[in-house]
């Protein structure tokens, strides 16, 4: 996989930022938000690109099996969600807390993002429903 841009035209253009990664990663979902409506919106312009695109899907889908494609597809790099539900309540090694810090707000990954997120929704929640259950017990005023 190349950080390269990728080439725009025959006659050596490029399309400014894009880069085969990029696109890799486009067709994961896995490009922080502004990234890729940077892609959406060079693909929109150029026609090398899309036909780039094209040779990607077509490569993914004969069954690309190198190292790079088999870890971003299994998201070998991902923590699980116990390990996020930790480093929600800031509780675990801190080495390992500091690895998520870095592969959500460094790496922007979207789907951890979303799993912490998701997490964050459900750890509120249950702090509502146990504030509300609380108060409509009368016996844990009576002290």
């Not at 190349?2 to 400014?16: A, E, L, N």
């Not at 696109?23 to 026609?47: F, G």
């Not at 069954?63 to 870890?71: M, N, P, S």
């Not at 997120?117 to 844990?140: G, H, I, N, T, W």
């Amino acid at each position: 996989m190349s950080s390269t841009p990728v080439p725009d035209s025959p006659q050596g253009g490029t399309t400014p930022n894009i880069t085969l990664q990029m696109l890799w990663d486009y067709l994961d979902e896995a490009l922080p938000q502004k990234d890729m409506i940077l892609v959406e919106n060079a693909l929109r312009e150029s026609e090398s690109l899309r036909q780039q695109l094209q040779q990607i899907m077509q490569r993914r889908d004969n069954g690309e099996h190198t190292v790079g494609a088999i870890w971003r597809r299994y998201r070998v790099s991902c923590p699980d969600r116990d390990v996020l539900s930790s480093y929600l309540l800031n509780t675990g090694d801190p080495r390992l807390l500091d690895y998520v810090r870095f592969h959500l707000e460094v790496i922007g990954c979207p789907y951890c993002q979303a799993n912490l997120e998701d997490l964050q929704q459900v750890y509120e929640s249950s702090k509502a429903s146990a504030k509300r259950a609380s108060s409509k017990d009368p016996s844990r005023h009576r002290r």
